[in-house]
């Protein structure tokens, strides 16, 4: 059974910071293509970071570069994605997803993680 399981989301003051994880399972996870997506209220999900499947590799949306990082650990199926000088823009549903690279097309989706930033 496929798994995504996000983390680590929250209330946090504007300037503050965030790290979400998400620990995958049920499928071999160093073979996917790992990304984060937001859904803020009334706006569609936007794609927010991605790495590649053999890491170091990492792509950002324009609103983030320079304060989000992404990253991954194979060993622990665990894909992170560490939120800094958040504001509230960055208020949203944040979601995992896997995309595989090799063969036949899968997309798995988490069960998504509120992440709120006010005073």
């Known amino acids: 059974q496929v798994q995504l399981v996000e983390s680590g989301g929250g209330l946090v003051r504007p300037g503050g910071s965030l790290r979400l994880s998400c620990t995958a399972s049920?499928?071999?996870?160093?073979?996917?293509?790992m990304s984060w997506y937001r859904q803020a209220p009334g706006k569609e999900r936007e794609l927010v970071a991605v790495?590649?499947?053999?890491?170091?590799?990492?792509n950002y949306a324009d609103s983030v570069k320079g304060r989000f990082t992404i990253s991954r650990d194979n060993a622990k199926n665990t894909v992170y994605l560490q939120m800094d000088s958040l504001n509230p823009d960055d208020t949203a549903v944040y979601y995992c997803?896997?995309?595989?690279?090799?063969?036949?097309?899968?997309?798995?989706w988490g069960q998504g993680t509120q992440v709120t930033v006010s005073s």
């Open positions: 790495m590649r499947y053999a890491g170091g590799s990492a």
């Open positions: 049920g499928f071999t996870f160093s073979t996917y293509t």
């Open positions: 997803n896997a995309r595989s690279v090799f063969g036949r097309l899968f997309v798995y």
